[in-house]
């Protein structure tokens, strides 16, 4: 069960909405609840909803204790609460990779560990660690319905893959009774189309560059195909990610919710910290708020900065994913984003052109670290990067050409959709023909690309 199937597009979802707004107002929450735990079943299966509903109730139950307790036990509730949501995280997505590791420093056997990773679940455990120290912290009242918390904590537009939400997000709708607008409804499913598009037109087109590249090996591309890869992999996840995220906002209008934007044109950025202002930005606000500012963040010094920024980055890496790739991933990160802070910050704020072209020269390059789990083969791939730096293999200099013929018109339109204007347009222009004409023939383009089998499953479901 996927935003991009035909099942939701023509069973659950008109199934769901109808219902939704067939029942009195008051019932809504109850059908938000249960619709989104029924969506999650058919999605991940029973043993991913037992997860999920216990975390549910833990942290309902978590709340409403942090809040009516004083003192200590207030933390004490609150660390206990931690533990159970830090504890699964662990536990599914990380324990089978500590055991691994372990294993090889200790020459023993680990592999009878086999756990499946529930589907979404980094997203809905960082999702219950805020609700939690928001309480903890005054920052929000605990919900004592725990079929409102069920709604908010389970809301299946953003179930599993976010936005990350805080409950201070959508408290307002969440308590009222969100009667039916044509309106939200329309500028809804404009955006959930704008999203279909940008995963199934871009996103799931470009998935075949990089599959053709592991085709004829990482060791053996010419320099000018490798960066078109690095290129190619970097719209192909902007557009899966994004498009996600639109088709959340757009559900959630439709619902009578309005959810955070996820993306803000991430590749118009001037640097990586901008960057990382501008992509995915709930999960760096989480990151902010929950271990950045508490760690000390820029207020104790230059030491207490770099020992945050060293921890939030190693962390938002291996959040990502249990391999040393993308720990591997998030210390780069780290590396640079120390250096715009302390060194060169300044140089690029002054120079825009050439801040730019750094970026855009440095971006491809880590997601080139983000995509590659073999670090042999991600070795393979840099030498193709830099041919210059190491002998290399005898490669076909017009492998390029072969793949220009095929995605030319998709690396064109997403740099073109990546830039300010085509919001713009959409903006001025989404009440008219000139943008909801587009939108059908989008829609109906999807519907094809997805009924002839060539969609991909989202790339970041699996974190």
Request: with cysteine.
């Amino acid at each position: 069960m996927s935003f991009s199937t035909l099942p939701f597009l023509f069973y659950f979802l008109p199934a769901f909405l109808a219902v939704y707004y067939i029942v009195p107002a008051r019932f809504r929450n109850a059908v938000l609840a249960l619709g989104s735990l029924l969506f999650y079943w058919l999605g991940a299966g029973t043993g991913a909803l037992l997860v999920l509903v216990a975390l549910i109730l833990v942290n309902f139950a978590a709340g409403r204790l942090i809040e009516d307790a004083h003192g200590d036990e207030r933390r004490a509730w609150l660390i206990l609460a931690l533990a159970c949501d830090v504890g699964s995280l662990f536990y599914f997505k990380y324990m089978g990779w500590f055991l691994e590791n372990l294993g090889r420093l200790t020459n023993t056997d680990f592999s009878f560990f086999r756990v499946a990773l529930p589907l979404g679940v980094s997203f809905y455990v960082f999702q219950s660690i805020a609700y939690v120290a928001d309480v903890y912290r005054g920052d929000a009242e605990a919900e004592r319905s725990l079929l409102d918390y069920t709604a908010f904590q389970a809301m299946f537009p953003q179930l599993v893959m976010g936005p990350i939400l805080r409950l201070r997000d959508v408290s307002a709708e969440l308590h009222m009774k969100r009667p039916f607008s044509r309106a939200a409804v329309e500028s809804g499913f404009s955006l959930f189309v704008v999203g279909l598009g940008c995963k199934v037109v871009l996103a799931d087109q470009l998935a075949s560059l990089w599959t053709a590249l592991e085709r004829i090996g990482f060791a053996y591309l010419s320099a000018p195909l490798a960066w078109f890869g690095a290129v190619g992999y970097s719209l192909q996840l902007y557009y899966d990610f994004a498009g996600y995220s639109l088709m959340a906002m757009g559900l959630a209008r439709m619902l009578g919710f309005v959810i955070p934007r996820n993306f803000d044109l991430p590749y118009c950025s001037r640097s990586i910290s901008e960057f990382w202002r501008r992509w995915h930005i709930t999960l760096g606000i989480w990151f902010r708020d929950y271990l950045y500012i508490p760690l000390g963040g820029s207020r104790n010094g230059k030491r207490r900065l770099l020992l945050s920024l060293f921890v939030v980055w190693t962390l938002t890496g291996l959040w990502h994913g249990a391999a040393w790739n993308f720990v591997l991933w998030g210390l780069v990160l780290f590396v640079f984003i120390a250096l715009e802070k302390f060194c060169i910050g300044g140089f690029l704020e002054r120079h825009r052109f050439l801040s730019r072209l750094y970026f855009l020269f440095l971006i491809p390059q880590t997601w080139v670290v983000f995509r590659i789990s073999d670090l042999g083969e991600l070795g393979d791939y840099f030498s193709r990067l830099y041919p210059f730096l190491s002998s290399g293999e005898s490669v076909f200099a017009g492998d390029l050409l072969r793949q220009l013929e095929s995605y030319w018109w998709l690396f064109a339109l997403g740099i073109l959709l990546a830039t300010p204007w085509p919001r713009r347009f959409y903006e001025k222009y989404r009440a008219t023909p000139l943008v909801w004409l587009p939108l059908f023939t989008v829609f109906w383009l999807c519907l094809y690309l997805i009924a002839t089998g060539t969609g991909n499953p989202f790339l970041y479901a699996r974190f």
